[in-house]
């Protein structure tokens, strides 16, 4: 019940996004989510995107230094309080959450969050006997649709 996220380096200097986005845009990868956190030289790019294995590919033969993470896409109510249960449900079960993102998708009144737990297999367990939808790589396709 995962979905793949490649995290990417990417020197810290003007320029270097639009030229990662331009590769990816070459060879029609379509990014799904996307975050960026900063480092003093480098940042850190994470990316869902609809093929995991072509894309990781195209970046390694350009030069990119990447990785493939587990992580757990899910799917809340678009309304304040949502947000809350999720980690509510993590916190009283001991999952560690390590980062989120959100993405969006054409569905009216859902939201999308994108976690990376310490324990992945738990976190879904939880959350789905809890009743939150989580989504798998290939069901990320129709979210799109």
Request: with cysteine.
């Amino acid at each position: 019940m995962t979905v793949k996220q490649i995290s990417v380096f990417l020197e810290n200097k003007p320029g270097q996004l639009a030229e990662f986005t331009k590769l990816l845009e070459k060879n029609d990868i379509d990014m799904r989510a996307m975050s960026l956190a900063d480092a003093e030289d480098f940042g850190i790019l994470r990316i869902i995107v609809d093929d995991s294995y072509k894309t990781a590919c195209v970046l390694k033969e350009a030069g990119y230094v990447c990785s493939i993470t587990p992580v757990l896409a899910v799917e809340i109510p678009d309304k304040p309080g949502s947000l809350v249960k999720v980690l509510d449900i993590l916190g009283d079960n001991d999952v560690n959450l390590e980062y989120t993102y959100a993405f969006i998708t054409r569905r009216k009144d859902l939201a999308y969050m994108i976690l990376r737990v310490a324990d992945t297999e738990k976190a879904a367990d939880v959350l789905s006997k809890n009743g939150v939808r989580i989504y798998c790589q290939h069901e990320l396709s129709d979210l799109f649709a």
